[in-house]
């Protein structure tokens, strides 16, 4: 990682200080070290349980179109998730470069990669939303919810929906209409035939990306693949729980679902390189609703983001040199291959 990108961190990190330092750097570190290395080597496996469940989705999107190795999607996808930390942005920070890098392995046109990284994106996230309303309506009963959690919910029902709409809501004559009408604005000349040309051509793109996001998956794919997805986003709430345990905490589960779910949400926000911050402040604010002290709170946040942004940060990092290495390598050999 070059100084520039690493500099990005630093309004994250220099926030998480301020804030440890206003609610007691004493009774964080205290807190903090009551976990065990076992503990937290046990918080490291789930997490990789959870990266590879992810690249698993990936491969099995790719594989529907082109062979790939899930060894190479894997490391695609955590390279790509470095280049999502580094940058402020709504989880789509990576997407270019694990295009980039999807295209270059694979044989996949631009379309069909467009339309298999917004399919991957409404598989994820549609199980992300049922659970915060899963557990929205009876959190209701029991705690005055902040209005930025209902903003937030709001707003990520629209993206859902709007990505759902992508993906299942496609004519399967619309590509045929759009190129009719490239061949159409053509005929123009001037600056006005150029606008039409381009807007006809990026119009065609679009409805050949949904036309290949529509046919990609049948009916129980999608379901089955909503299904691990699922498993994927429970396991972040309990990672969050038994960081809770570790340090001696105890936490009703329908806070930590709703802190763990609504700190995800905020750090979505494109205000901060990985949510830093964000997430610690909203995961905070609900543990404390919970009856911790914010200093417990924000040791509980640490700990949940050590185990699910900094170790998988540094495996996106090994995983960009060993691309890196492999590109080299292959350079090389075809250089020797050549007479």
């Given at each position: 990682m070059s100084l520039p990108k690493a500099i990005l961190f630093l309004p994250g990190i220099a926030a998480l200080t301020a804030l440890a330092a206003i609610l007691g750097p004493d009774q964080i570190r205290e807190s903090l070290f009551r976990i065990t290395a076992g503990q937290l080597a046990f918080l490291f496996l789930l997490q990789l349980i959870t990266l590879l469940a992810g690249a698993w989705i990936w491969h099995f999107l790719l594989r529907r179109k082109d062979r790939i190795s899930f060894g190479r999607v894997f490391l695609i996808n955590q390279a790509g998730g470095l280049i999502e930390s580094l940058t402020p942005s709504v989880k789509f920070g990576g997407e270019a470069a694990k295009l980039y890098l999807f295209r270059k392995a694979t044989g996949i046109s631009s379309q069909g990669l467009a339309g298999t990284l917004m399919m991957h994106k409404f598989l994820t996230m549609a199980p992300f939303v049922f659970l915060c309303l899963m557990l929205f309506y009876p959190a209701l009963h029991y705690f005055e919810l902040p209005l930025s959690f209902h903003v937030s919910l709001f707003l990520l029902v629209l993206l859902c929906t709007?990505?759902?709409?992508?993906?299942?809501?496609?004519?399967?004559?619309?590509?045929?209409?759009?190129?009719?009408?490239?061949?159409?604005?053509?005929?123009?000349?001037?600056?006005?035939?150029?606008?039409?040309?381009?807007?006809?051509?990026?119009?065609?793109?679009?409805?050949?990306?949904?036309?290949?996001?529509?046919?990609?998956?049948?009916?129980?794919?999608?379901?089955?693949?909503?299904?691990?997805?699922?498993?994927?986003?429970?396991?972040?709430?309990?990672?969050?729980?038994?960081?809770c345990h570790f340090l001696g905490l105890e936490v009703h589960p329908l806070i930590i679902g709703l802190g763990t779910l609504?700190?995800?949400?905020?750090?979505?926000?494109?205000?901060?390189?990985?949510?830093?911050?964000?997430?610690?402040?909203?995961?905070?604010?609900?543990?404390?609703?919970?009856?911790?002290?914010?200093?417990?709170?924000?040791?509980?946040?640490?700990?949940?983001?050590?185990?699910?942004?900094?170790?998988?940060?540094?495996?996106?990092?090994?995983s960009c040199l060993i691309l890196a290495w492999q590109d080299r390598l292959t350079q090389h050999e075809a250089q020797s291959n050549c007479p």
């Open positions: 709007g990505l759902g709409w992508f993906c299942c809501g496609c004519r399967t004559h619309g590509s045929s209409e759009l190129l009719r009408a490239d061949t159409d604005a053509g005929r123009y000349t001037g600056s006005a035939g150029l606008i039409k040309r381009l807007c006809s051509r990026a119009g065609f793109f679009f409805s050949r990306a949904r036309l290949e996001a529509a046919n990609l998956l049948s009916a129980r794919q999608t379901l089955g693949i909503m299904l691990v997805s699922l498993l994927i986003w429970v396991f972040y709430p309990l990672k969050v729980y038994l960081a609504f700190a995800y949400m905020i750090s979505m926000l494109p205000l901060l390189p990985g949510g830093l911050g964000t997430y610690e402040a909203g995961m905070t604010m609900f543990l404390t609703l919970g009856g911790l002290s914010p200093a417990e709170g924000l040791a509980v946040s640490l700990l949940s983001r050590l185990t699910t942004f900094w170790f998988p940060l540094l495996l996106s990092a090994l």
